[in-house]
Every structure is written in C-alpha cells, then in structure tokens.
C-alpha cells in the first residue's frame, strides 16, 4: 500500500522553486579565487619585469603562486561543506581547474630545471587559456571567455615580442582572464545579497 500523497501544484512549484534556487547558489560564485590569482599574475609578472630590467634579485617571487593554492583549497573545501552538494558543472569546472593546476606545475618544473627561457611565456599563457575559456564556455560568463582569447591572442604575440615584453602580457593576462572577471563576479554576488535580504 503506497502512503504517500501525490503533489499538488503549489507543493510541486514549491519542490521546482527549491532545486532550481540550489542550483543557481551552486552556480554563483563569488570571484574572491579570481581576483586574487589575478592579483597574483599582475604582481609575479611585473616583479620579474623589474628584476631583469633593474637588474636586482628579490627571489622567486612566482612561488607566491604556490602559498596561494593553500587559502584556494581550504576556501574551496569550506564552500563544498556549505554547499551540501556538487553540481555535474562543479564537478566538472573542478576537474579543469585542478588539471591546470598541475599543467603549471609540471611546466614551470620543467622550465625552472632546464633553464629554458625562450617562449616559456607563450606555453604559460596558451595554459591559462584553457581553464578560463572553458569555465566561460560552461558558466556563459563572456568575461572570461573573452579572457581565455585575450590570452591565446597573446600567446601567439610573445613569439614576437621580447622578453622583457612578454613579462607585461602575462601581468594584463592575469588582468583581463581572472582580475576584471572576478571584480565583476564579486559585483554580481554583493548585489545578490542584498536582493535576498
């Protein structure tokens, strides 16, 4: 004998309203990660730029790339807890981004340990291409979409350009593929707040 009662309208909008709210929280994201490796490119490359042009040596400064993976993860690790759940386009951008992160590893190791210069640049670039277009592409955010061209566009530029020069393409490719976009994001998300208050 089935006990249970079928919806009614109301109840089953109620259901409809419900999921289809988690699902736009699950989607909303707040641009903080965004912002802050675009801060993190702007400032590594720029600091390279004036290390070579200045002809000084401040040390590595792209291993702040690596002190900042440790914030990323816990604040990601936080933000599925809350959640409760992940979507398929989570799961998804999280499989993307993760496989980025250990392309740039893998690259700037092999490039650190073979001392190769050359269009180093051109290979970083064309990598931070891929996890932005693609998260564009997925979320139907065009800033970022536009983000991940500017970055091909400049890829294809650095094997024209100096050295020197290529150090400012990657800072105005942090710029346009996750700074600006994560202002915007963080925008959309602040006005959100207030909406729901």
């Known amino acids: ?43 590594c490359s720029l600091m390279s730029w004036a290390e070579l042009y200045y002809g000084f040596n401040v040390g590595d400064v792209c291993l702040l790339t690596v002190v900042a993976v440790i914030p990323q993860i ?17 799961d998804t951008l999280n499989a993307v981004w993760t496989a980025f992160g250990i392309s740039i590893f893998i ?15 051109a290979i970083f670039m064309m990598l931070y291409a891929i996890p932005t277009f693609i998260t564009g592409q997925v979320t139907k955010f065009k800033p970022m979409v536009y983000g ?31 700074f600006i976009p994560g202002i915007i994001l963080w925008n959309r998300y602040q006005k959100s707040r207030r909406s729901n208050v």
């Open 74 to 90: 816990y604040f990601g690790i936080r933000e599925s807890k809350k959640r409760g759940f992940t979507s398929y386009e989570g």
């Open 107 to 121: 690259a700037s190791f092999y490039f650190g340990s073979h001392k190769v210069s050359g269009d180093a640049a």
């Open 148 to 178: 991940g061209i500017y970055c091909w566009v400049a890829s294809i530029a650095s094997m024209f350009t100096h050295f020197y020069v290529d150090f400012f393409l990657m800072a105005t490719c942090g710029l346009f593929a996750w």
């Open 1 to 43: 004998m089935n006990n249970e009662q079928p919806f009614n309208e109301v109840e089953s909008l109620r259901l409809i309203n419900e999921m289809i709210g988690k699902a736009k929280k699950s989607y909303v994201t707040k641009g903080i990660a965004s912002i802050m490796w675009g801060a993190i490119i702007i400032f």
